[in-house]
């Protein structure tokens, strides 16, 4: 069963910056098309950023400009660089394959005050 772990959540002021990672437990991770998902308080869960195994991206509009993912494939990581933080980034965080596949991980929660 693939293990995901995500990490470098926190409590930053809006303007701020955070870093995420994902390690990924999945031998084939370097042809797998990753994203990172959010789900913010009593909502569900959304698509912000996508990244092929060959390193082309896609961002929801809200985050392009602000957000960064990238892959390290030899050590099966996916990263998120977030800045110019909003409140309305507050959200647990999340990656998964593009189309959701795995189950979801314990995520990684991200407050943006005011």
């Known amino acids: 069963q693939v293990q995901v772990v995500e990490s470098g959540g926190g409590v930053v002021q809006a303007g701020g910056s955070l870093r995420l990672s994902c390690a990924v437990s999945?031998?084939?991770?370097?042809?797998?098309?990753m994203a990172w998902f959010r789900q913010p308080p009593g909502k569900q869960h959304e698509l912000v950023a996508t990244l092929t195994g060959d390193g082309t991206s896609e961002y929801v509009d809200s985050v392009k400009g602000r957000f960064t993912i990238t892959r390290d494939n030899a050590k099966n990581m996916v990263y998120l660089q977030m800045n110019s933080l909003k409140p309305e980034d507050t959200a647990v965080y999340y990656c998964?394959?593009?189309?959701?596949?795995?189950?979801w991980g314990q995520g990684t929660q991200v407050t943006v005050s005011p």
């Open positions: 998964n394959t593009q189309t959701a596949f795995w189950s």
């Open positions: 999945e031998s084939t991770f370097s042809f797998l098309h």
